[in-house]
């Protein structure tokens, strides 16, 4: 079993920078696909990016060219760069990790109901 812990969170104006982290507590992420899932108020949850146990990755479209999903060099901390935010970006995030050794097609990749584990989340808020 692996706990997730995010951070990074904050507040920036359109058009900022910000780098979400989730550490696995020592855990290596790399026997997980891993993804960033994120929720508005008032909607569901929403898969971001996700990077599978083959390292390969997928965005859902509203991100891709701006958000970029990454594993340190030790593989025990995931990373979101995400660039060029707007405020409909506004949400909690949180990082996710699927059954050790599971890997996921594109399709599932951005599915919340494939990930096992779950982060508390972290707020991120654009201002316009």
């Known amino acids: 079993q692996v706990h997730l812990m995010e951070s990074g969170g904050d507040s920036v104006q359109s058009g900022g920078s910000l780098r979400l982290s989730c550490g696995g507590s020592?855990?290596?992420?790399?026997?997980?696909?891993m993804a960033w899932f994120r929720q508005a108020p008032g909607k569901e949850r929403e898969g971001v990016a996700a990077?599978?146990?083959?390292?390969?990755?997928s965005y859902t479209n509203s991100v891709k060219g701006r958000f970029t999903i990454s594993l340190d060099d030790a593989e025990k901390t995931l990373f979101l760069q995400m660039n060029t935010l707007q405020p409909e970006d506004t949400a909690i995030y949180y990082c996710a990790a699927a059954r050790p050794g599971q890997t996921l097609n594109s399709f599932q990749s951005l599915n919340a109901d494939w990930y096992n584990y779950w982060g508390q989340g972290t707020q991120v808020t654009v201002s316009s």
């Open positions: 020592g855990v290596p992420l790399s026997r997980y696909s």
């Open positions: 990077l599978d146990i083959d390292r390969s990755s």
